[in-house]
C-alpha cells in the first residue's frame, strides 16, 4: 500500500485548504490533481472544459492517477470533486472523504471573500440545482471509496487537519 493521503469531497468542501492546513503541520508535501491537470495542459480547468468537453477532462483525471499510482509515494494529494471515480483510486494511498451538507459547502463559498471568483472557476456549480443534484448523487459514492470520512461541518482547518492525521495514524496502526 503506497503512503500517500488523498482528500477526496464535494467542490467547495475545502480540500485544498486542509491540504495547506496538514503541509503547515506535518512533513508531508502537498500536490493537487487540478493543478497538474492545469500544467499539463497549459489550460484552465474552466477552460477545459469549454473547448474540449468534460470526458477529455476525465481523461487527464485517469493519466494523473496512473502516474500517482506509478510515481507519487508520501504526499499528501489533494483532488478535484470527480477524481475520486479514477479506476485506480484505491491503488494511491488512503482515501480520506471530507464530508459536509450541501447548504454549509454552498454557505461555506458564499462567505468566502472570493466567493465570485471561487463559483466561476468551477463549471459544475454554475447551476445550484444541479449541483445539488451532483452531490446527491455522488454523497454515498464518496463514503463508500473512502477508509475514512471526516465531518468538516463548522470546524477550523487546524482543527480538521490534527483529527486528520490522528486519524490516519490510528487507521495504519490497525493495518
Ligand atoms: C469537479 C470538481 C473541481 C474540478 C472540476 C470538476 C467535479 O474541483 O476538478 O471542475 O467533478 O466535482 P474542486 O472539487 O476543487 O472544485
Partial sequence: MKNNIVLI????VGKGSVARAV?????HVGIDTDDLIESMSNTKIKEIFAKKGEPYFRDLEKKVATWLESSVDDTLV???GGFFKVPNIKKIGIIIHLD???DDIYKRIKEHPN???K???RPLFQDITKAKELYKQRSAQYKKCADITIDVTNKSV???AKELLKKVKEYKGKK
Wanted: charged content about 30%; aromatic content about 8%.
Fill in 9 to 12: 469531497g464535494f467542490m467547495g
Fill in 23 to 27: 503541509v503547515e503541520c506535518s512533513e
Fill in 78 to 80: 489533494s483532488t478535484g
Fill in 100 to 102: 459536509s451538507p450541501f
Fill in 115 to 117: 466567493a465570485q471568483r
Fill in 119 to 121: 463559483l466561476k472557476k
Fill in 158 to 160: 487546524e482543527k480538521i
